[in-house]
């Protein structure tokens, strides 16, 4: 058993690490290598002929020194020992040459490598802006460049999310707890005081579980779609307005339904997710004796619905801000909500490359137009199976 122990642990360890090498000394030598070649080829073209070459003197003039008859230019000895001479310079040259090329071309690499580290450490705001020359490299650089301004785009909305969520459930929270505490502090508290008390906490915790799950259809939404299943908006429509015949009537508008067969394909439950959304945002922000036209239509490769309420009067300007969650026109609406219903549209639009209109009309209210693809993207969508479990009970997210 002893013997096992202590076997363990080397068997754990597995084999050592491989030894670092930069990459510029690996580009170094591959240069170094390629300039002492090419060395070595021009040292062969050039001794090659010179071995051969033939001198001659006048006989009847003779030097001193001077060869009479025919022989070698140079003699093949002398010859072999400048060439092995040549190229054992040629050595630290080459790699001298080598070390400074791969430097310069992996310069913009190293800055590359910098302001990675240094964004990754929290400063989302740097970025690369490699300029001159125009390159590979240069391509590398902005292709980051624009992955870190998705990023800190995309951190900076989960932070202002986190913060707005957590302000939106802190608040029903806070009033459950005083009106729990007010109750149990009254000495005089009756059954019918208990009771109303009840009730009130019974309201709050009905807000606090369709924001929850408003959040969870957004969060979904968000992740994309992997279900891609043909759906009827037609029928959803339909559904989704006979499930609220009593709200309408409590709100005093008319809906006029103009339902054609529109087939599109996605999940069901975000699409149902989507209408029930639009269609109580076209309830809750209209006036009584309002109207709201539904109508879904195909044509082509698409399928749409789209959703026409009469309503306050919305400057253009503020149709972009009402898309990003927690964002209500104004704190004292006759029908508050908690702005996620158009953001809720918005993602579930995006989860099916579906392409949304929003148009402030004006008369008042809103013209919101979705169009859905009538096959699937190709690519399959974005995400790893959107489970809306929430689905249309995120309805009055707005």
Known sequence: MTDAVSIAPAAVAGPAPLRRRSLQTRLALAYATGIYLAGVVVVAIVDVPLAGVQSTTPRDQPGPTAITGTGNGIGLRQLLVGSAFALVVLIPVALALGWLV???????????????????AGDLHQRLSLGEPADELTDLGHTLDGLFARLQAAFDAQRHFVANASHELRTPLAG???????????????????????????????????????????ASSERGTSRW?????????????????????????????????AIATGDPRLIESLVANLVDNAISHNHPEGQIQITTEAAGSWAGITVVNSGRVIADEQIPRLLHPFQRLSPDERHPGHGLGLAIVDAVARA????????ARPEGGLAVSVRFGRTPPSGGGGGAGADAGAGAGAAGAR
Not at 184 to 210: I, V
Request: with cysteine.
């Open 229 to 261: 299943e043909p759906c009827d908006l037609a029928r959803i429509v339909g559904d989704a307005v006979a499930d609220r015949r009593d709200r309408v009537a409590e709100a005093g508008v008319t809906v006029t339904e103009h339902l054609h067969p």
């Open 176 to 218: 459950l707890r005083t009106l729990l505490e007010v109750a149990l502090a009254d000495p005089a508290a009756d059954a019918d005081t208990l009771r109303a008390t009840c009730e009130e906490a019974l309201t709050l915790g009905a807000y606090q579980e369709r924001l929850i799950s408003a959040l969870l259809v957004l």
């Open 102 to 120: 791969a430097g310069r071309f992996l310069r913009p690499l190293r800055a590359i490598t910098a302001t990675a580290k240094s964004i990754s």
């Open 352 to 359: 099916h490359h579906a392409a949304l209109t929003v148009c």
